[in-house]
């Protein structure tokens, strides 16, 4: 089963604090094998209080949280992108949910561009 950008960005999250499946089931108590069928794919959208649950458990950051909340909620996503905002932790949830929104034309989707020019009209927004 392909992998999800919900998958994705959890298994990034467990891994970067050196978490196996069954450290993250047991400190979040959601069974290891739920959190295996949400980082591959084969379960999504997951209830709010389990997203909750494995935030918490993961001491996720407050960004790191809504983009899972996001992710969980938008199942289509291009899980390419995410490469791209775990880089830049600069990148918020809501900018996140506008660079996926955007629709690249041609061979490969230029992210950092999209997000400029996301950034350029909000100050543009806040300003006018």
Request: glycine share 6%.
């Amino acid at each position: 089963m392909p992998d999800t950008a919900l998958g994705v960005w959890l298994k990034g999250l467990r891994e970067e604090k050196k978490l196996s499946l069954r450290d993250l089931g047991q400190r979040s108590e959601v069974d290891h094998a739920y959190i295996h069928r949400l980082e591959t794919g084969a379960k999504e959208a997951p209830s709010e209080d389990v997203l909750e649950k494995l935030a918490k458990a993961l001491s996720a950051s407050k960004r790191d949280g809504d983009i899972l909340r996001y992710l969980a909620r938008h199942t289509n996503i291009d899980s390419n992108i995410l490469e791209f905002v775990r880089k830049d932790q600069s990148i918020s949830a809501d900018e996140l949910q506008m660079l996926a929104t955007v629709v690249n034309r041609g061979a490969r989707a230029d992210y950092a561009t999209s997000l400029a020019r996301i950034r350029r009209m909000m100050m543009e927004d806040d300003d006018g």
